[in-house]
Structure formats: structure tokens, C-alpha cells
T-cell receptor, first 114, second 115 residues
Framework: KQEVTQIPAALSVPEGENLVLNCSFT??????LQWFRQDPGKGLTSLLL???SQREQTSGRLNASLDKSSGRSTLYIAASQPGDSATYLC?????????????WGAGTKLIIKP | EAGVAQSPRYKIIEKRQSVAFWCNPI?????LYWYQQILGQGPKLLIQ????????DSQLPKDRFSAERLKGVDSTLKIQPAKLEDSAVYLC?????????????FGPGTRLLVL
């Protein structure tokens, strides 16, 4: 069974700290991996998509890395701000019978304290 | 470009009642997904449409859930009768056709509470 695990489930840090969110997956034959942000009462917003041929992607203060050999991805947030408070989910992109699907982790709830 | 629209945003019903959710995907997006997200969990795929055809409904509880996308554009998801464990956020997402790295675009979701 394909599984995606995110650790920790919740994280609270003071504003300004750099932090790392972790995502691990059981199937090493990964295609692509994607990080999303979810704000309360809202849908999911894509942050970064790492293709299987890539090792990392960067957008502003966010950097996502992908290590297929260890089955892990990390999301690095630099100089955290209260506006970064949200739930962060990673999803492995799979092709199931030629259908493009996402296999989700349960998310890490991040709170940035002012 | 307008995003994925969903309605209603919130719904409270009693168990054994029926409820319907509506989704309008981004114009031109051929693939539409319905997800169920229970509090503290990641989204669970319920059904995937390609145009107006179902390509995956393996996790849809077909005894109570149904979905359709008759004209290959907007879609409805229905629950009848609802159970307490159906309380969740129901997310709709759409995906453009074509090759290459793609991303799903999500609507704001419908939050369902079954009492």
C-alpha cells in the first residue's frame, strides 16, 4: 500500500525561526511530489511541485527537496512569519491506471508565534 | 482566471437526511476530483471524472454516495442517507489536460456537519 507520512503532526515556533517539515513515502518509484498549504476554512493551495528528475524547488522563503533513495521530502521555511501559520500537506503524485492522482499525508499544523 | 467554485460552503443536517454539493471547475479543465477530508487527516479521493466519464470511484461508498458530471463541466456529489461519520470537508479539484508536470486546483470546500 502506498503511504505518505508527515512528521511532526503539529509544530509551534517563534516568529523568525527557520524550520523544516518532513514527509516520507513508502514507494521509491516516485513520480513527482507536491507540497500544499491549507488555511482554515479554505481549500488547498499548491506551494511547490518537485518532479522526479529534480532534487529541489524554491519559491521565495520556501525550499522543498526530494530524496527518492531515502523516500523523503522536506519543506524548509526560512525566517518564519505569523502569516505562515497553516497546515502543510505533502502529496505524492501517482499515475493509477493512467489516471493522475495524489496520495496524501495527514499534514503538519504549523503555528508561528509573534 | 476564475478558480474552482463550490457551494454551499457550509451545511448542517441530521443523520439520515440527504445533501448535495456542487462544483464548477476551472474552464477547460477536463479532469475533476471529489475528495473527503476528515479533521486531522489528508484528503481522501472519492471519485475522479475525465470529462463526463468516471475513471476512478473505487473509494466512493456507493451505497450512500453518488456523483455525476453530466455535461463534462460542473459536477454534483450527493449523500443519501447521511451518517455521523460523513462529517467532513468535501473538496473539489480540477486538472488541465495535457502532458507534463501539472497541479490540481482546489475549491474552498464544503464543510458538512451531520448531527
Amino acid at each position: 500500500k502506498q503511504e505518505v507520512t508527515q512528521i511532526p503532526a503539529a509544530l509551534s515556533v517563534p516568529e523568525g525561526e527557520n524550520l523544516v517539515l518532513n514527509c516520507s513515502f513508502t514507494d521509491s518509484a516516485i513520480y513527482n511530489l507536491q507540497w500544499f498549504r491549507q488555511d482554515p476554512g479554505k481549500g488547498l493551495t499548491s506551494l511547490l511541485l518537485i518532479q522526479s528528475s529534480q532534487r529541489e524547488q524554491t519559491s521565495g522563503r520556501l525550499n522543498a527537496s526530494l530524496d527518492k533513495s531515502s523516500g523523503r521530502s522536506t519543506l524548509y521555511i526560512a525566517a518564519s512569519q505569523p502569516g505562515d501559520s497553516a497546515t502543510y500537506l505533502c502529496a505524492r503524485i501517482a499515475t493509477v491506471d493512467s489516471n493522475y492522482q495524489l496520495i496524501w499525508g495527514a499534514g503538519t499544523k504549523l503555528i508561528i508565534k509573534p | 482566471e476564475a478558480g474552482v467554485a463550490q457551494s454551499p460552503r457550509y451545511k448542517i443536517i441530521e443523520k439520515r437526511q440527504s445533501v448535495a454539493f456542487w462544483c464548477n471547475p476551472i474552464s477547460g479543465h477536463a479532469t475533476l476530483y471529489w475528495y473527503q477530508q476528515i479533521l486531522g487527516q489528508g484528503p481522501k479521493l472519492l471519485i475522479q471524472f475525465q470529462n463526463n466519464g468516471v475513471v476512478d470511484d473505487s473509494q466512493l461508498p456507493k451505497d450512500r454516495f453518488s456523483a455525476e458530471r453530466l455535461k463534462g463541466v460542473d459536477s454534483t456529489l450527493k449523500i443519501q442517507p447521511a451518517k455521523l461519520e460523513d462529517s467532513a470537508v468535501y473538496l473539489c479539484a480540477s486538472l488541465a489536460a495535457g502532458q507534463g508536470a501539472k497541479t490540481q486546483y482546489f475549491g474552498p470546500g464544503t464543510r458538512l456537519l451531520v448531527l
